[in-house]
């Protein structure tokens, strides 16, 4: 039982984690319920991903156009090196966003440790569509060697799959926020 249950708070970890104590900087977008293109919560399942190109799905659809295609850019240049992204979050919808907070609280039992990986809605850069998970693991080391040539950081310092546009093309990334998490 314990060991499901650490398994499963690594995965939600993995799939969701954003940390409270290194806030997303404040922009002043206005909130993605107002800009949704395609509907649904942009919900992909735990351990899923999708296509870059799958356009039907909201956690694409919904996304900054910019950022969307500055990724796409930076995909197409990472498969001519045999590199492959694939899209393990994108837009979330406010109330999907809420529902995986609420989930951590359950899973911790406690909403401070949730928060130290869930952003609540107002805090996440996913719910405005400035935020993309990316992996597996070797298109990660990818984005975070080549990711400035088109915009796309790592946000922070303990996710290594979470990339927003944080500098210009060409430019050059800020630190990653935060301190390694547990
Ligand atoms: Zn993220």
Redo the contacts with the bound molecule.
Sequence with gaps: MAGKRIATALLLALV???TPSAPHPAGGEAPAAGNTRVAGDGGIPKNGFISLDDDAHAAIANLDPVLLSAMRKAAADATLQGVEFRVT?GWRSAQYQQRLLDEAIELYSSEEEARRWVHPPEK???VTGK???IGPTNADDWLIQHGAEYGLCQ??AN?M???ELLTTPGGECPQPRGTPGP
């Design positions: 969701t984690s954003c979050s996440s850069a996913h935020a993309m998970d946000a922070y996710e799959w979470h990339f």
